[in-house]
């Protein structure tokens, strides 16, 4: 019995460095609703205690979900609930490849917005799944067959009660949803969970209960004790012979004394041999039932997050749609009014949307007077790429782009602490890290990378860097205020190069959009100095825009 | 005070020894037929523990008690064919495809000995017939195991030849064919008892099994849709003594009850069959476990480098030879500690008969006395012996005579209780024995030892026997053309370092001051060890 709503046919797979203690606690310790935040506690309580080591945890995928302040579009999809909030995290960060199972999750989406309060209801009844460990208690290390297979029945009739019901929504539900994934989801639990089979399992959970006592065949072993126990059922009966205990007729009895101690422990040992197989089989039932649950909630969980944040940017009227995903080839991204979420998230007023054409394009430069929005258009890109990866909407009117091998970000960063190093040699030891994972089809955001040093020096590190990448079919986005760098590469006039460049209005005011545009030898620092100080920069002269 | 009483062992073979000259096999030992009678309690030889041949016996038998080697290991032999048949033998098992079907088959032997043990301590009758059976079988399948290895393997040895035509024999014979094909039989039957018990409560029934579906099969059918490969097992651990409870116990009396036949057919068989045990084959067993023992601690020494050879003996001369040799005793306790061990070579020529041995103490001439006694002894066992070649005289005895503490019990000196004792080895040995003496008479003052020793070497010489005889006084080693004089050696540049080799050459005059200084603590070594630094 499989899950498959977030990959078709096959259960999601998780970067392994988000496979941490927490994810253990989440796929381990379902039951516990607790344990997720334990797991993160400790967490925090480890780092505090070595502070060192957050030099080691900037990872790419660290880096890409701090510069595109992923925490917040986490939360908004989390909604107070931790369980939701990791969920959510570890699905985001382990983008998908592949346009068609982008697809498949999208429709499953789309069921669920359609029909959020039956996805509701399932989640619920996959806690209500995990709940029974808790009812039926856990197994202790070295208990005996009789126990683990009394226990384990117990288990399995519950789940069963679930899964009935499971099953009944499963039935009504059918026709209304349309995606590939619940629609086999639904008729999984309907082939696999028949009235008949349903029936055979409780018939079998009654007699495992042995009331009319416990037969075994046996052979003899080694110096003729008994080995090779199994246990047998009676043949058929009718009815009135099952429910009447019968005497035995065809062999010979005895009976140990109500007081003989080691004979009831002998009586014990022999059961247990017998059983010993039966209650590994229910036991293992009652795992795999309890691992079915644990995944459906798994899943279930990043979708609700979906629906929370969808119901967050539609409150807030903006724009939302299914983006489309294109396979790895010329490679491609065209938008119409694309806006950065999470920015939506915590502005009062809507964000500015932008419209990016940059089909064929490989190379975006982002210039122009400061404030004017090129850092929020990146992110906005990068968020958008995420979230079409994740198999999500997006936000934008309308958004399609070529599937990303790896998504990232190399941004500006708040000097380094420790003063180890230069801040140059910072950002050319993050971005030599980087380099280590990028192959072709990769995507990388660069915001003002190597702007710690002169202008002459960051262009000429950075044009080395660029013409790289693009010849490994590395596309890069790049924000910057170096006019060399942007300026060689336009004066190239290439095919597969967008200049974008942030609009300033003969005032000054900015208007947050970036229609295409060839770079500036200014970036209108004047203007800032004008705000600020009531008054201009003196020896300048305000050129046109 | 050791006792006279040393069995002369004159030849007597009792009539069950089956002594057979046609050429069949009674013993792997002795060519002649089984000396069972002579091996019992045979006590050890009194020059064992000065020789330290006691010690390297514990070593042999360390892992090997159950066998009984003592006795073997005790009884030399004086005839040179016998000698040469063990040797040959010994040769031969040196070979991994002759020694592992023996060494398999003493595997299976004492398999079969732990079942019979357990015969004994289990209470249950039919317990005990279950396992008599099983030693049976065991016995049976460990004899036609032999046979076909060794039918496989070439051999030159003409104890191994009979040996391997005697199990052929045995195995092809008719009554292990009727043994081996009821056991089979037993095990047949009783291995296709099927049957069924109930529990219901306190009650038990045991009752034959009805063709009633398998449930556990079913079971994990049903669940099989909830299954998934890398699920945690929770079988549990089920002890698995080979003793029955008492529920198990009465349970498999009311199977007897369910098969009586089969039941009355085992009881008839361990009646029948309580001496299933081939003599022949057990005797085999046991005595086969000599060479295995002392060609094991052979394979350990080689591996430190030291050799070990198959002597020429001979009862006639005594021109006597051996090249590299080594204390066996030593050399295993060495070897233990990783430490080198020191070869020497000796040699007697024409009417040589006696080497004495002088020089500095702790310089090697008791372990060259030992070695020399090891020597005799080992070769009249027909096994290998130290060294890269040698030839050896066969004696009729060894005696030996090294210091001993005192002895309360009479009130003579010391000095006359060990003259009692030398008075008693030189009546008893003749000219075709063994003599090792070691510093004898240094409880008295250096005239009398000098005096005495001149005696008791010259009447050694008269009896025209081997020995070596280890002293301090250097002119006893120039006492005719008997005698032969080897000294142990030191290190040039530093006389306080032994080299513990012992050279033929002319005593030096030293040996007397040496042990003197020895004596009264005063010499280098003493000396540094009283004088705190």
């Known amino acids: 019995m499989k899950v498959f709503l977030l990959q078709r046919d096959r259960d999601l797979t998780v970067e392994p460095e988000l496979q941490d203690e927490v994810y253990a606690a989440m796929v381990e310790s379902s039951a516990n609703p607790f344990a997720v935040e334990h797991a993160k506690r400790n967490r925090e309580r480890e780092r505090a205690r070595h502070p060192e080591r957050e030099v080691e945890r900037a990872t790419p995928l660290g880096l890409l979900a701090e510069d595109l302040e992923l925490e917040t579009l986490w939360q ?23 346009p068609e199972t982008i697809v498949y999750r999208q429709e499953v989406l789309v069921d669920c917005l359609e029909h959020a309060e039956a996805v509701r209801g399932i989640y619920a009844l996959a806690l209500e799944g995990l709940e029974i460990e808790r009812k039926v208690g856990s197994l202790w290390s070295g208990a005996r067959p009789g126990q683990i297979l009394r226990r384990s029945a117990n288990a399995v009739r519950l789940q069963l009660d679930v899964l009935r019901r ?40 009654e007699e495992l209960e042995f009331k009319r006592g416990l037969l075994e065949t046996a052979v003899l072993g080694k110096g003729l004790k008994g080995r090779s126990y199994v246990v047998r059922r009676e043949r058929g009966r009718s009815l009135g012979e099952r429910l009447v205990r019968t005497r035995r007729t065809a062999g010979h009895s005895f009976q140990i004394h109500p007081r003989d101690e080691s004979g009831a422990r002998a009586l014990e040992e022999l059961r247990a041999r017998g059983l010993n197989d039966v209650a590994n089989a229910v036991a293992q039932s009652a795992d795999h039932v309890k691992s079915f649950f644990t995944t459906l909630k798994l899943e279930l969980a990043f ?12 409150d807030r009227g903006e724009p939302v749609c299914f983006p489309q995903p294109l396979a790895a080839g010329e490679t491609s991204l065209v938008a ?29 430069f982002l210039t122009g007077a400061n404030q004017g929005g090129k850092s929020t258009l990146l992110r906005a890109v990068g968020l958008a790429q995420l979230m079409l990866q994740a198999g999500m909407f997006v936000g934008a009117r309308s958004f399609r782009a070529t599937v990303c091998d790896g998504i990232f970000t190399h941004f500006k960063r708040e000097e380094d602490e420790t003063m180890e190093s230069g801040k140059l040699d910072e950002e050319l030891r993050r971005m030599s890290e980087l380099a280590r994972h990028f192959v072709p089809g990769s995507l990388l955001l660069c915001n003002e990378s190597f702007a710690s040093t002169n202008e002459a020096e960051g262009s000429e590190i950075a044009e080395q860097i660029v013409r790289a990448l693009v010849e490994r079919r590395v596309k890069v986005f790049f924000v910057t205020h170096m006019y060399e760098l942007a300026h060689r590469f336009h004066a190239e006039g290439r095919d597969d190069a967008l200049f974008l460049r942030a609009e300033r209005l003969p005032d000054g005011s900015r208007t947050f959009r970036l229609p295409e545009g060839e770079p500036l030898p200014t970036s209108y620092g004047a203007d800032s100095y004008r705000r600020v100080f009531s008054t201009d920069v003196p020896g300048t002269v305000a050129r046109p825009g | 005070m050791a006792s006279t009483e040393q069995a002369q062992s004159v030849e007597v073979m009792s009539p069950d020894d089956r002594s057979r000259h046609d050429g069949s096999f009674a013993s ?27 010690q390297v016996l514990a070593t042999l038998t360390a892992t090997r008690q159950e066998y009984r080697l003592e006795p073997l290991f005790y009884l030399a032999l004086r005839d040179v064919d016998a000698v040469r048949y063990r040797q040959a033998i010994a040769r031969e098992l040196e070979r991994d495809d002759v020694r592992g079907p023996v060494e398999t088959f003493a595997r299976a032997m004492r398999r079969v000995r732990d079942h019979l043990a357990q015969v004994e301590q289990l209470r249950h009758r039919l317990q005990k017939q279950a396992w008599f059976l099983d030693a049976v079988a065991i016995h049976c399948s460990a004899a036609e195991t032999l046979a076909t290895e060794l039918a496989h393997v070439e051999l030159e040895a003409d104890g191994l030849r009979r040996l391997r035509d005697y199990v052929a024999g045995y195995v092809g014979s008719e009554e292990f064919a009727v043994l081996a094909g009821e056991t089979r039989a037993l095990e047949q039957a009783l291995g296709s008892i099927e049957y069924a018990v109930h529990l219901d409560g306190p009650r ?3 009752e034959p099994p009805q063709e009633q579906p398998d449930f556990t099969s079913e079971i994990e059918a049903t669940f099989a849709r909830f299954a998934h490969a890398a699920a945690r097992s929770y079988r549990a651990e089920i002890g698995d003594s080979p003793h029955l409870n008492h529920v198990e116990e009465r349970i498999v009396e009311l199977v007897e009850q369910l098969h009586r036949e089969t039941f009355r057919e ?80 000796l040699e007697l020529r024409g009417a040589e008969r006696v080497f004495v041995v002088t020089g500095p103490n702790n310089g090697g001439k008791t372990t060259f006395a030992r070695m020399f006694g090891q020597l005799h002894h080992l070769a009249a066992l027909g096994l290998p012996v130290p060294g890269r070649h040698a030839r050896l005289f066969l004696p009729d005895r060894v005696f030996s005579h090294f210091e001993r503490e005192e002895d309360i019990e009479t009130l003579r000196s010391r000095f006359e209780d060990e003259l009692v004792r030398v008075r008693e080895i030189l009546e008893q040995a003749s000219a075709s024995s063994v003599i090792v003496m070691n510093e004898s008479f240094a409880s008295t003052t250096l005239e009398d030892a000098r005096a005495v020793g001149a005696a008791v070497l010259r009447r050694v010489i008269e009896l025209d026997a081997l020995g070596v005889y280890v002293t301090f006084v250097d002119e006893l080693a120039s006492l005719g053309e008997a005698t032969v004089s080897a000294v142990s050696q030191v290190v040039p540049d530093n006389p306080a370092e032994r080299t513990f080799k012992v050279v033929r050459m002319p005593a030096n005059g030293l040996a007397y001051a040496w042990a003197i200084a020895e004596k009264y603590g005063l010499t280098y070594e003493r000396l540094l060890g009283t004088i705190p630094a």
């Open chain 1, 336 to 364: 119409a009014e694309l806006y950065d979420v999470a920015l939506s998230l915590h502005l009062a007023e809507r964000p500015v949307g932008n419209d990016v054409g940059a089909a064929g394009k490989a190379l975006v």
């Open chain 2, 266 to 345: 085992l009881a008839r068989y361990c009646e029948a069959r309580r001496d299933f045990l081939d003599p022949t084959l057990r005797r085999f067993d046991r005595e086969v476990q000599l060479y295995l023992g002392y060609l094991e601690l052979a394979r350990r020494l080689g591996g430190a480098g030291l050799h070990f050879c198959y002597p020429e003996v001979s009862t006639e001369s005594k021109e006597s030879a051996a090249a590299d040799t080594f204390d066996l005793a030593l050399a295993l306790k060495l070897g233990d500690a990783g430490e080198r061990v020191v070869t020497n070579d």
């Open chain 1, 76 to 98: 908004a999809m989390a909604n107070g609930d931790e369980y939701l909030f990791e969920a959510a995290r570890r699905v985001l960060l382990s983008s998908l490849r592949d």
């Open chain 2, 204 to 206: 038990v029934t045991v």
């Open chain 2, 28 to 54: 792997i030992l002795f060519p002649d037929g089984a000396r069972d009678a002579e091996l019992e309690a045979r006590p050890e030889p009194d020059f064992f523990a000065d020789l330290n041949l006691d």
């Open chain 1, 166 to 205: 499971l099953r009944s929504v499963a039935a009504e539900q059918r026709d209304a949803f349309r995606s590939d994934g619940f629609r086999r989801f639904f008729a999984m639990l309907s082939e696999e969970l028949s009235d008949d089979y349903l029936a055979t399992v409780e018939e079998h959970l």
């Open chain 1, 303 to 314: 979708y609700l997050g979906c629906l929370n944040l969808h119901a967050r940017l539609v």
